[in-house]
């Protein structure tokens, strides 16, 4: 089995900075893509930006130009970047790793950490 914990949520300001940082543990051989999301309180939950093994990435068009994902292989971490934070971006936010558990088997799984919150407020 697979953990992931997300850090660094918190209050800010708009037009501030914050950045996520996410941490997987457990039974891991390999992570293939890995992800944010987010959901407000009465909305669904949305894909906030993904990031490939090799490194290509995806926004949503409400973060694009403003965020920005990255990833360690060494340290099994992704972490999210947000600049110029705006209201609508509170929300808790969820982090995703795609994951193989074991060298035997072509299976990967999507597992997701517990959320951390972002309140963006005066």
């Known amino acids: 089995q697979v953990q992931l914990v997300e850090s660094g949520g918190g209050l800010v300001q708009p037009g501030g900075s914050l950045r996520l940082s996410c941490a997987a543990s457990?039974?891991?051989?390999?992570?293939?893509?890995m992800g944010w999301y987010r959901q407000a309180p009465g909305k669904e939950r949305e894909l906030v930006a993904t990031?490939?093994?090799?490194?290509?990435?995806n926004y949503a068009d409400s973060v694009k130009g403003r965020s920005s994902i990255s990833r360690d292989d060494a340290k099994n971490t992704v972490d999210l970047q947000m600049n110029s934070l705006k209201p609508e971006d509170t929300a808790v936010y969820y982090c995703?790793?795609?994951?193989?558990?074991?060298?035997?088997?072509?299976?990967?799984?999507?597992?997701w950490g517990q959320g951390t919150q972002v309140t963006v407020s005066s």
């Open positions: 995703t790793a795609e994951a193989t558990s074991t060298p035997y088997s072509s299976a990967t799984y999507l597992y």
């Open positions: 457990g039974s891991i051989f390999s992570i293939h893509g």
């Open positions: 990031i490939s093994r090799s490194g290509s990435t």
